[in-house]
């Protein structure tokens, strides 16, 4: 099957960064096999999400951009207002994406991180899902990279306060654990969804970028992505469940992050910034302007600097 040589090189990749996170775990917790088992997924998502940060930089770079760009945006959308045709509708586009071609960002920039980190999510429900198969001797499937019957069987085992890190809430003859730790981690990992979506929706956008169409979009992703999450939960094993609320936090920390350090120009989290700023240094005797908020501005908008003989030049000019 296609997808499966598609997803091969993932899977192959999530066996072994588990086996060896389990092996270090082990190590160091002996007697703790379970403990073990749930900290190789968590070491899974640090690493991802480790090597995701260059990538993450990129996505804030390229948010603010289109934040900046908004207005401009909505300028080539009045220009189309009203007009359904087709030929109008492709050069609203066309006008759009080349906007976004000459300030160096895309509409699908901050969907990048998502998009990379799901190979690796629907290799680790594979994976999770396929540890009875490979532990069970008599079935043919001889495993997944490190993963033979002997560690698949001790994984299959392994639990989360009582539940099989491999079970999941509507499997047939799930126990009363699997199904309360489903729920909590369910729960968890969509309130984790809300507060990330929420803090760079509200906290860390200039009141311009928060009207129109673009606007609107990430609001009702900021309600309906945690349903979506919430619903679908049910269907993956706790091991994903882990993992998707572990990533969730740590987005949830970086961000908090980043936007209290690097906010978005015309922001609440840089108001925020410029009044610590200024708390501090009132503290050193010394007074800074906290009311003229950053401003970063779109490539080939940036006025020239003029010496002050061209600019006399011009003054005698206007005057003349």
């Given amino acids: 099957m296609w997808l499966d040589k598609i997803l091969f090189p993932f899977e192959w990749f999530v066996a072994w960064v588990m086996f060896l996170c389990h092996w270090v775990f082990d190590a160091l917790l002996p007697n703790s096999a379970s403990l073990a088992w749930v900290l190789s997924i968590v070491g899974l998502v640090v690493l991802l999400r480790v090597a995701m940060i260059p990538l993450f930089v990129k996505q804030i770079r390229a948010s603010r951009m289109q934040m900046m760009l908004q207005p401009q945006i909505q300028a080539i959308q009045k220009k189309?207002?009203?007009?359904?045709?087709?030929?109008?509708?492709?050069?609203?586009?066309?006008?759009?994406?080349?906007?976004?071609?000459?300030?160096?960002?895309?509409?699908?920039?901050?969907?990048?991180?998502?998009?990379?980190?799901?190979?690796?999510?629907?290799?680790?429900?594979?994976?999770?899902?396929?540890?009875s198969a490979i532990a069970d001797p008599s079935n043919p499937k001889?495993?997944?990279?490190?993963?033979?019957?002997?560690?698949?069987?001790?994984?299959?085992?392994?639990t989360f306060f009582g539940a099989p890190l491999s079970s999941w809430f509507l499997q047939e003859g799930a126990t009363t654990s699997t199904k309360v730790v489903s729920i909590?981690?369910?729960?968890?990992?969509?309130?984790?969804?809300?507060?990330?979506?929420?803090?760079?929706?509200?906290?860390?956008?200039?009141?311009?970028?928060?009207?129109?169409?673009?606007?609107?979009?990430?609001?009702?992703?900021?309600?309906t992505m945690p349903l979506v999450m919430a619903v679908s939960g049910v269907n993956f094993p706790l091991g994903v469940l882990i993992y998707w609320t572990t990533t969730n936090l740590w987005s949830t920390g970086q961000q908090f992050y980043t936007i209290r350090n690097m906010p978005a120009p015309g922001s609440e989290a840089?108001?925020?910034?410029?009044?610590?700023?200024?708390r501090r240094a009132a503290a050193k005797g010394i007074t800074l302007a906290t009311d003229t908020p950053t401003v970063i501005e779109a490539r080939g908008q940036r006025e020239q600097p003029v010496s002050k003989n061209r600019q006399?030049?011009?003054?005698?000019?206007?005057k003349n």
């Fill in 80 to 131: 189309y207002k009203g007009r359904t045709d087709a030929a109008s509708r492709e050069a609203m586009s066309r006008e759009t994406m080349d906007l976004y071609k000459q300030n160096g960002t895309s509409p699908f920039a901050s969907c990048m991180p998502i998009l990379i980190q799901s190979p690796f999510f629907f290799s680790l429900y594979r994976v999770l899902n396929s540890l």
């Fill in 184 to 223: 909590i981690l369910i729960v968890a990992m969509a309130a984790t969804q809300f507060i990330t979506q929420r803090q760079l929706t509200l906290k860390n956008m200039p009141p311009s970028a928060l009207e129109g169409p673009m606007a609107q979009t990430q609001k009702i992703m900021m309600y």
């Fill in 312 to 318: 006399k030049k011009k003054s005698k000019k206007r």
């Fill in 142 to 158: 001889t495993g997944i990279g490190p993963i033979n019957a002997a560690v698949a069987a001790s994984a299959e085992s392994s």
């Fill in 270 to 278: 840089e108001k925020r910034l410029n009044e610590r700023r200024a």
